[in-house]
């Protein structure tokens, strides 16, 4: 089976990922950290690549990326080779460093940026050993893991030279009130639950709503077109909450205007909440105001609904099948939105 082809185009922005094999680590000292960073600084000056935001875990890593020449894949494909070479050679293995390829979620910047800049720079103080301890105690931490662009969002003395920080300027600027802005949005995670930006792309890896992508569809035009990328093509046909609304309707029986009722209490009301969130270009707030609840009580019935969906396999396969069919809405879903 071919691989999905990635979507490129000038000045796209990027949340990119990439694991070690088995889960294994890819540092295992500071010398391969920092021999990781001066890689990384190197091939985005070779490839002219913006490096907006990192993080260095010890088996994976996280980059908040803009491509001005459209080229992430043969970035990553240099930074990637580069470092399994240098690690390979110093501690005398062979073979795969990485799990599979990156993972690269295309981010519609106007709308999103921040909040994937935020869920980057709080992975540090996602880790297990993190959970027992009090915010005050983990803002600390954050603040002090040395190997993430977050210090130097906070403070110009911990900064790497070749981080953009431009992330600021949506703060009010690279000036302390600037900052200390920056730094309280970030350490919004950690006093309560937010969404998680990268659940908008998970499926099809574009964080962006239906506008977005309109957007990367007419810059495709002339070049790989939208039938060519799957991420493109699963999208196309769902982009319209109309005919997501219309789809849960006719797999589970249930009448449109039941399934937008306030007082409908099935499963079907909290499937299609879930699908208008991964697959309609809709964020919380907008189901919320559709479905007629507060777009708490949304957050609440999805995190009810993926509990549900792991013990019910009825609602597994229901769920699975209207993510098949809107992988190929196309074909079932004729006609305009």
Same mark, same amino acid.
Request: charged share 25%.
């Given at each position: 089976?071919?691989?999905?082809?990635?979507?490129?185009?000038?000045?796209?922005?990027?949340?990119?990922?990439?694991?070690?094999?088995?889960?294994?680590?890819?540092?295992?000292?500071?010398?391969?950290?920092?021999?990781?960073?001066?890689?990384?600084?190197?091939?985005?000056?070779?490839?002219?690549?913006?490096?907006?935001?990192?993080? +260095?875990?010890?088996?994976?890593?996280?980059?908040?990326?803009?491509?001005?020449?459209?080229? +992430?894949?043969?970035?990553?494909?240099?930074?990637?080779?580069?470092?399994?070479?240098?690690?390979?050679?110093?501690?005398?293995?062979?073979?795969?460093?990485?799990?599979?390829?990156?993972?690269?979620?295309?981010?519609?910047?106007?709308?999103?940026?921040?909040?994937?800049?935020?869920?980057?720079?709080?992975?540090?103080?996602?880790?297990?050993?993190?959970?027992?301890?009090?915010?005050?105690?983990?803002?600390?931490?954050?603040?002090?893991?040395?190997?993430?662009?977050?210090?130097?969002?906070?403070?110009?003395?911990?900064?790497?030279?070749?981080?953009?920080?431009?992330? +600021?300027?949506?703060?009010?600027?690279?000036?302390?009130?600037?900052?200390?802005?920056?730094?309280?949005?970030?350490?919004?995670?950690?006093?309560?639950?937010?969404?998680?930006?990268?659940?908008?792309?998970?499926?099809?890896?574009?964080?962006?709503?239906?506008?977005?992508?309109?957007?990367?569809?007419?810059?495709?035009?002339?070049?790989?077109?939208?039938?060519?990328?799957?991420?493109?093509?699963?999208?196309?046909?769902?982009?319209?909450?109309?005919?997501?609304?219309?789809?849960?309707?006719?797999?589970?029986?249930?009448?449109?205007?039941?399934?937008?009722?306030?007082?409908?209490?099935?499963?079907?009301?909290?499937?299609?909440?879930?699908?208008?969130?991964?697959?309609?270009?809709?964020?919380?707030?907008?189901?919320?105001?559709?479905?007629?609840?507060?777009?708490?009580?949304?957050?609440?019935?999805?995190?009810?609904?993926?509990?549900?969906?792991?013990?019910?396999?009825?609602?597994?396969?229901?769920?699975?099948?209207?993510?098949?069919?809107?992988?190929?809405?196309?074909?079932? +879903?004729?006609?305009?939105?």
């Amino acid at each position: 089976m071919a691989r999905p082809l990635r979507i490129q185009f000038p000045n796209a922005h990027y949340h990119v990922t990439c694991r070690g094999n088995g889960r294994e680590a890819i540092v295992r000292s500071d010398r391969d950290r920092t021999a990781f960073l001066q890689l990384l600084d190197r091939s985005s000056q070779v490839y002219l690549v913006d490096i907006l935001g990192f993080v +260095l875990m010890r088996n994976h890593f996280h980059l908040l990326v803009r491509t001005p020449r459209g080229n +992430l894949q043969e970035f990553m494909r240099h930074f990637n080779i580069s470092y399994t070479s240098y690690f390979n050679r110093t501690h005398h293995r062979s073979g795969h460093l990485y799990q599979g390829r990156y993972k690269a979620f295309l981010i519609d910047a106007d709308s999103y940026l921040l909040d994937v800049s935020r869920y980057v720079h709080l992975n540090p103080v996602r880790l297990r050993a993190e959970a027992g301890r009090t915010a005050k105690e983990r803002k600390i931490s954050l603040g002090r893991y040395p190997w993430s662009s977050y210090p130097g969002y906070l403070s110009p003395k911990h900064r790497c030279t070749w981080v953009n920080y431009e992330i +600021l300027e949506s703060f009010g600027g690279d000036t302390p009130k600037g900052r200390a802005a920056y730094r309280r949005f970030v350490e919004q995670g950690l006093t309560r639950k937010l969404d998680d930006p990268l659940e908008k792309g998970r499926g099809h890896g574009i964080i962006g709503d239906a506008s977005f992508l309109e957007k990367v569809t007419r810059l495709l035009k002339g070049g790989t077109s939208a039938r060519e990328v799957p991420a493109i093509r699963r999208m196309a046909g769902a982009r319209g909450p109309e005919r997501i609304i219309s789809l849960v309707s006719a797999e589970t029986g249930v009448a449109p205007e039941l399934l937008l009722s306030r007082g409908s209490r099935g499963p079907e009301r909290t499937v299609l909440m879930e699908v208008l969130y991964r697959h309609g270009g809709m964020n919380q707030r907008e189901i919320g105001e559709r479905m007629g609840i507060d777009y708490s009580a949304v957050s609440i019935r999805r995190k009810r609904f993926q509990a549900v969906l792991e013990r019910d396999p009825r609602l597994r396969e229901l769920f699975a099948s209207l993510e098949a069919m809107i992988s190929q809405a196309q074909k079932y +879903l004729p006609g305009p939105a």
